[in-house]
């Protein structure tokens, strides 16, 4: 050992006395390499976890406004045209079906109960219904919130009964549309219980266990497995009241990345929604490392949703589990006063959960209305329910969002009576006060559309 310990010592001083003159050399490639390395680290873990989340959730924004596929709802922003189809170049159904991908409809001339517009030789007739649009519009601008959003469908058929959207900065209006996509926040718990539901026996009084309080993102609480913890509460509750611990490990534990990524993809995420006027795809990344995953599962990031689409995936819930293709258009007429278009049959995307887990679903989001967190905006202050004979429900979803900046307050839900229906979702975006959310302007909408 001490013959190889001073070959070792003989050898070490002979190569210091070689390479003495050319130490700085060494010095300065051995840094370069260095500095390459981290840089080549850095870019591969920027590429890799943030790369995914800008193709697959949406969430990088341009110029403060974010990714739009055409700014349509003004024809002129900072004086300069953008590119459109101009109404009086409409002269045949498919320059009409152009228009619509650069134009957005006007909804201002009531004709026979249904709004219509004049483009080019064409009369077209909508199938908004004018109690809740007007409803939508007179709410927003009575509380002049910053930005508001609705939209509503008939969750049997797809029609579209709202479509309606605020801000009381004009210039700014073009960043709300029941067209663009935004975080949805707890909105996502619905993609998660009915995954839960259908692939792991959840249902309404299963019991979840956990630490901590309902809310908070605290990643010691979220580490225990579902079975431990101090506190208990049911799976309803935890929808209802929207407890971010029990989704999160409800995500994590139970569910998982691939299952939950194929019910994202199930209520139609990261699929275009045919549909006449351009419709944002709805996007969700669903990672699969530990807390990334329980927080997307929960609804704190890596969605985004459109309000048309979260008005159709409340429709599952009272329609047996069905999606169906949304459209506008009820009719359309020529010049000479003929119908040339009338909208026929009702067209299924997709059917992402079974009726029982519908059924389940639908229990869970009358339990958000009667004992949950939309409990105050559907009850008065002397605790009675604001819609007698009305079965309402809903899920409420709270996030901060930086396009437009804001406090995003998100209700998606249902009303049903006597076989008449309608499913919606309201965004409302505060910055500062808090004047109206989601939630109480759904419950204002819902109560027109069934009493006016």
Sequence with gaps: MERIKGWKSYQKTLNKRKGKDNRPASFIKYISILIFAALFLYGFYKLYFYGNAFLFAGNKKIGGTGIRPIAFIKDKIGGLRLSGFEASGVKSLKSLKKYFKHNPPIFKTIMNGSYVQKIGKYTVVYTIDPVVQ???????????????????????????????????????????????????????????????????????????????????????????????????????????????????KVAGYYVGGKLLTHYFDKFYFNRKIPFILNLERSKAYIPKRFFQLELTGAGFKNIKATPLHAALIAATAINGGKMLEPFIIKEIISSSGKIIYIHKNVKLLDRPITEKTAQSLKQMMIATVTKGAAHKNFYNMNDKYMLPGVVSGGKTGTISG???????????????????????????????????????????????????
Aim: contains cysteine; hydrophobic residues 40%; positive net charge.
């Design 134 to 248: 007007k409803e939508a519009e007179n709410i927003f601008k009575k509380y002049d919130v910053p930005f508001g959003v609705l939209a509503a469908v008939e969750p049997d058929t797809g029609e579209v009964l709202g479509f309606a959207s605020y801000s009381h900065n004009e210039r700014k209006s073009e960043e709300i549309s029941p067209l663009f996509s935004y975080p949805p926040g707890s909105l996502a718990k619905i993609i998660t219980a009915s995954a839960a539901i259908e692939s792991s026996g959840f249902y309404p009084g299963f019991d979840i266990c956990f630490n901590g309080g309902l809310y908070g993102t605290d990643k010691t609480f979220w580490k225990q497995n579902i079975g431990t913890g101090k506190n208990k509460i049911s799976f309803k509750q935890a929808f209802a009241k929207s407890c971010d611990v029990a989704f999160g």
């Design 402 to 452: 930086d396009n437009p900046s804001g406090l995003y307050q998100w209700f998606a839900g249902f009303g049903e009576m006597k076989g008449k229906k309608i499913a919606l979702s309201s965004l409302v975006i505060e910055k500062p006060v808090w004047k109206i959310g989601g939630a109480g302007a759904a419950e204002k909408v819902i109560f027109a559309y069934f009493f006016r």
